[in-house]
């Protein structure tokens, strides 16, 4: 779609939430280490999930416990590692591997080739490899190049580019993988899922949710599947505080409402 796309409305009904993180709920810093999700958007994250039953989940390429440190003291259903690692609402884990003799022989390989690209880093997530050159943007062809090598030579494996960084992980796993096997569970089955992301690995996830009459936002500029767009992280906040606070609202008024019918009846 083209950049001209709406800012999306304040959400009203039944809707199962989906967030990636980097880029979207904490701004991108040079390093991974460095980024942290503050304190107001926990807080909406948090209200937001109290007002639709749970069904909030963060869908990430961090590892799931990245992501339980950077939402502390908040505890999500997560997908991790764009999907090859999953925990369900009630905490069950799902897990993607990969062969230990396959994750053995791409580490040594990967490690060794990085010495001669200063500036680069090997990211191993047990299951998935991640080459970052945010450092080194003069690396970027060899490091696809390397990367697109490895995943010919490993049936097993498929490429995902991503903003400064490919990822090398196993084949059949996306963020839209993650978000369909969410939209079969409780608390989210028969909501309206909606998924807010800003990077080439959120594209699979705006694609099920678009199939699934969702609410696809990109956040940031570029091309995209996603029916809406933020401009930023701040904007993302005020989204998310809008419609927490929106929903806050509605049920004030339900209970305003009940309590006075009641007083009314009992009146009578």
Not at 97 to 117: G, H, K, R, Y
Not at 145 to 168: D, M, N, R, S, T
Request: glycine share 8%.
């Amino acid at each position: 779609m083209a950049d001209q796309l709406s800012v999306p409305p304040v959400l009203k009904g039944n809707y199962a939430f989906f967030f990636d993180l980097d880029g979207t709920l904490a701004e991108i810093k040079p390093h991974p280490d460095q980024v942290s999700l503050s304190v107001d958007a926990r807080n909406a994250l948090h209200l937001l999930a109290q007002k639709n039953e749970g069904a909030v989940a963060l869908v990430s390429g961090r590892s799931m416990a990245e992501l339980d440190a950077l939402a502390s003291p908040l505890h999500f259903p997560l997908a991790g590692v764009h999907g090859a690692e999953r925990r369900d609402f009630s905490g069950k884990t799902h897990i993607v591997a990969l062969p230990a003799d396959i994750v053995s022989a791409l580490n040594d390989q990967l490690s060794t080739a990085l010495e001669s690209l200063p500036g680069c880093e090997l990211e191993a997530k047990g299951m998935a490899f991640a080459l970052h050159y945010r450092q080194a943007p003069q690396y970027e062809e060899r490091i696809m190049a390397l990367a697109q090598g490895l995943v010919g030579f490993y049936p097993e494996l498929a490429l995902q580019p991503g903003k400064c960084v490919v990822e090398i992980k196993p084949q059949g796993i996306s963020k839209g993988e993650a978000i369909a096997a969410f939209m079969q569970e409780a608390p989210f089955r028969g909501k309206t899922p909606v998924f807010v992301g800003d990077d080439l690995t959120d594209e699979a996830g705006f694609g099920v949710v678009n199939q699934l009459d969702g609410v696809s936002i990109k956040v940031g500029p570029g091309a995209t599947q996603a029916q809406w767009r933020l401009a930023g992280v701040p904007d993302v906040h005020q989204w998310l505080q809008t419609i927490a606070e929106n929903q806050q609202l509605q049920e004030k008024a339900l209970t305003d409402r009940r309590d006075g019918h009641e007083s009314l009846s009992r009146s009578i």
